[in-house]
């Protein structure tokens, strides 16, 4: 069961005002116990749209909740995806901490987009002919739900709990890469705090991406040439404060980094 459509607007008016003021709110799910996943991205949409309209341009995509320790941290068992503006790819070397409600980082890798997918049937063949390059990103995970106590639900309606995505490199792709053997690492501060290979994201990163054009058909969305896809955490999230530098390293990709002030 659903929400009605005057509730989705509602709660979408609420987790815009909790990102407008940096103050997190209870789960919608308590506040609109009826909330199941199309209600969700549902709001999502309202959201997305409300954006748009103010003049903010779509670069991209994220799939969240790919890997097994992500699943486990928020308690799910399926992805979920949300949307990345231009306004929310840093390209500088530090970001004000106060941006973000309770941001967490975590390492994978984003595919650039040569020519578009639509889905159904897009498999990991249809992502690598439809791939330019690739690139180790740095993604920052947000909440606006408060402690990031999240159903799946909560966090598909709050953009996939999307915050920033800082991106190294463009590397060509080429059909030598192994991108399910690719080693991950996340360091905060200098210290390696995570450790992951690619085969966790669904068991291979391309899969995720596949996913995720397949399941934008269902919406009536698809993939874009000149689009980016962040496509699931090689590791479990670290959260970071003021003062932290934070660093993405993916094999035979490079690094990505940030700084929070």
């Given at each position: 069961m659903t929400i009605a459509s005057g509730r989705i607007n509602a709660a979408a008016e609420q987790l815009w005002v909790a990102q407008?003021?940096?103050?997190?709110?209870?789960?919608?799910?308590?506040?609109?116990p009826g909330l199941d996943i199309a209600g969700a991205y549902a709001i999502q949409q309202v959201n997305l749209r409300r954006r748009l309209t103010a003049g903010a341009v779509l670069r991209g995509r994220k799939i969240g909740l790919t890997s097994e320790p992500m699943q486990t941290l928020l308690g799910v068992n399926e992805p979920d995806f949300g949307f990345i503006l231009d306004d929310m790819v840093i390209s500088a070397d530090s970001v004000a901490v106060e941006r973000f409600c309770a941001p967490r980082v975590e390492p994978e890798v984003a595919f650039l987009l040569r020519s578009p997918l639509r889905g159904p049937n897009v498999g990991v063949d249809d992502v690598w002919t439809a791939t330019e390059a690739v690139a180790t990103a740095l993604e920052i995970v947000d909440s606006r739900i408060a402690d990031w106590k999240l159903t799946l639900p909560d966090t598909v309606a709050d953009n996939a709990s999307s915050g920033a995505v800082v991106l190294?490199?463009?590397?060509?792709?080429?059909?030598?890469?192994?991108l399910p053997h690719a080693a991950?690492?996340?360091?905060?501060?200098?210290?390696?705090?995570?450790?992951?290979?690619?085969?966790?994201?669904?068991?291979?990163?391309?899969?995720?991406?596949?996913?995720?054009?397949?399941?934008?058909?269902?919406?009536?969305?698809?993939?874009?040439?000149?689009?980016?896809?962040?496509?699931?955490?090689?590791?479990?999230?670290?959260?970071?404060?003021?003062?932290?530098?934070?660093?993405a390293t993916i094999s035979g990709l490079g690094t990505a980094s940030l700084a929070f002030e």
């Open positions: 407008c003021d940096r103050a997190p709110i209870a789960p919608l799910t308590v506040a609109y190294g490199d463009w590397v060509p792709f080429t059909e030598e890469m192994d991950a690492t996340l360091e905060l501060n200098g210290e390696q705090i995570g450790t992951g290979n690619g085969s966790a994201v669904m068991g291979d990163p391309a899969a995720a991406v596949a996913w995720l054009a397949n399941a934008l058909a269902e919406y009536g969305t698809e993939l874009e040439a000149g689009q980016f896809v962040m496509s699931g955490s090689f590791t479990s999230a670290a959260f970071v404060t003021r003062g932290d530098v934070a660093v």
